[in-house]
């Protein structure tokens, strides 16, 4: 993504310090695109309990990095999920679930935090941006180093 990005600006700048600027910057993100897949990685490989609970699929690229992310999803939650779920709890191994920003839960995370009193956390989207954020300058990396601190939470509890 960042090169085909990199590849339009350029077709479009010919002032040679702005080409200058935009490959040291198209540089720097990789190493720190780099840096964040590794750190998914490392913690993956670090975890004793591997297993997340999310609200939606949007999470389901986490398991690219080898965690168990357990989707309960309002359309595809299924008695199997939910017994998993609780049995996770029951030993401990669950104490959140993560949700996107602004979501509306659904009744079977509602009775999971009710009744089992687990917490939700939100991970973050960059297309969910709050103003604030946007005012102080946060970017995708600092959205990622956020919810890389949320999966930590749970997965080194």
């Known amino acids: 993504l960042t090169q085909n990005i990199k590849k339009g600006f350029e077709e479009?700048?010919?002032n040679p310090?702005?080409?200058?600027e935009i490959e040291t910057n198209y540089e720097m993100l990789k190493i720190d695109i780099s840096e964040l897949d590794a750190e998914l990685k490392l913690i993956?490989?670090?975890?004793?309990n591997k297993t997340i609970v999310v609200s939606s699929d949007l999470f389901l690229f986490l398991e690219k990095y080898e965690f168990n992310v357990i989707s309960l999803q309002e359309d595809k939650i299924t008695d199997k999920k939910i017994a998993e779920v609780k049995d996770l709890i029951?030993?401990?191994k669950i104490d959140?679930?993560?949700?996107?920003?602004?979501?509306k839960l659904n009744q079977t995370i509602n009775s999971f935090v009710k009744d089992y009193k687990l917490e939700t956390l939100t991970y973050k989207t960059a297309v969910n941006l709050l103003e604030e954020e946007r005012y102080e300058k946060i970017n995708f990396?600092?959205?990622?180093?956020?919810?890389i601190d949320l999966l930590k939470r749970e997965l080194y509890q």
Do not use: H
Request: glycine share 0%; hydrophobic share 35%; net charge negative.
């Open 12 to 14: 479009y700048i010919n």
């Open 96 to 103: 959140y679930i993560f949700i996107k920003p602004d979501e």
């Open 90 to 92: 029951n030993k401990k």
């Open 17 to 20: 310090y702005l080409k200058n």
């Open 141 to 147: 990396i600092d959205i990622m180093n956020y919810n």
């Open 44 to 48: 993956a490989d670090n975890a004793e």
